[in-house]
């Protein structure tokens, strides 16, 4: 009879951060571990598999056939682990989070975090909130939020920094922006991250601009945008949006980068909240989006 193979969850989460980010000194930077110990993992379960996984070489990674197929079944393998020691270990946390997130953060792989992180605390429900990093911090403060996540200037440092995000503008297909004319905005209200952002943009470089267009919406500022009324400062992983067109390198000036982090109303997470927040931090690679060239 011959021995059974058994895989090691360890071995199948380094595959998974190498598999998530195609870069084994990222890959081992989010598993804590070191370069080599990601290597050994990966070719392990290769040894055990009888396949390769990935293609490398000195100046990329890449996933096989094989490799992508063992993705979707890794992923379940180990939601299953987390499901059954959370359905019997002592004490399993229980309670509800009240989460506020950005409405851009849903346009990225953050649902499927949240749904990690039911998997492994079942008993852990969460109520959401989606609003402007302003208003879900206002809330966080006054005591109607545990956990809001959302974006920060670089030069901040409440919460704990998920990833930095550059910014692009986003404009009606063939929009030109003469230096003689007023740049049309398409803005959150008063208050807003990328609105001051732009503004100061606009203002260092000496272009005039004006206000065409506001809401508290993403989707309604999205749709003013193919409607033409102007232009919108965004995250760059929006141009993988459907139909929404970004200008092109040149025609309106760089704006600095912005952080997307989450945050507590403690200085150190406690509890549920910290199980949260330590989940995000874990699947950064898989939070971040993966941005279609230019």
């Not at 980010?21 to 080599?36: K, P």
């Not at 429900?125 to 208003?135: E, K």
């Amino acid at each position: 009879m011959k021995d059974q193979i058994h895989l090691d969850p360890f071995h199948l989460q380094s595959f998974l951060a190498v598999a998530e980010t195609l870069h084994f000194t990222s890959a081992a930077q989010s598993q804590g571990v070191s370069q080599s110990t990601i290597s050994q993992h990966v070719s392990r379960l290769e040894e055990q598999l009888g396949t390769r996984l990935l293609a490398r070489s000195t100046k990329s990674v890449r996933l096989t056939a094989d490799g992508m197929a063992l993705i979707g079944m890794a992923r379940q393998l180990l939601q299953c682990e987390d499901s059954i020691l959370s359905r019997f270990r002592q004490e399993a946390p229980r309670g509800t989070i009240r989460l506020g997130v950005t409405e851009d953060l849903l346009l990225t792989r953050f649902p499927e975090i949240l749904g990690t992180f039911r998997a492994s605390h079942p008993s852990l429900q969460i109520t959401l909130t989606v609003g402007l990093s302003a208003h879900l911090a206002h809330l966080l403060e006054q005591g109607e939020l545990d956990v809001w996540c959302g974006m920060r200037r670089t030069s901040e440092t409440r919460g704990q920094k998920l990833w930095t995000e550059d910014m692009r503008w986003y404009a009606p297909a063939g929009t030109e922006f003469p230096a003689e004319k007023s740049i049309p905005l398409v803005t959150f209200p008063d208050g807003s991250v990328t609105r001051r952002l732009a503004i100061e943009t606009l203002n260092k470089s000496g272009r005039a601009w004006h206000l065409a267009f506001t809401s508290g919406s993403l989707g309604a500022l999205l749709a003013a945008v193919r409607a033409g009324y102007g232009v919108t400062p965004q995250p760059a992983f929006l141009r993988n949006v459907e139909h929404l067109p970004h200008c092109a390198p040149g025609l309106l000036p760089d704006m600095p980068q912005v952080e997307f982090i989450a945050s507590t109303r403690h200085q150190t997470a406690q509890g549920p909240e910290d199980l949260l927040i330590r989940t995000l931090c874990a699947h950064v690679p898989r939070l971040q989006p993966e941005l279609l060239p230019l």
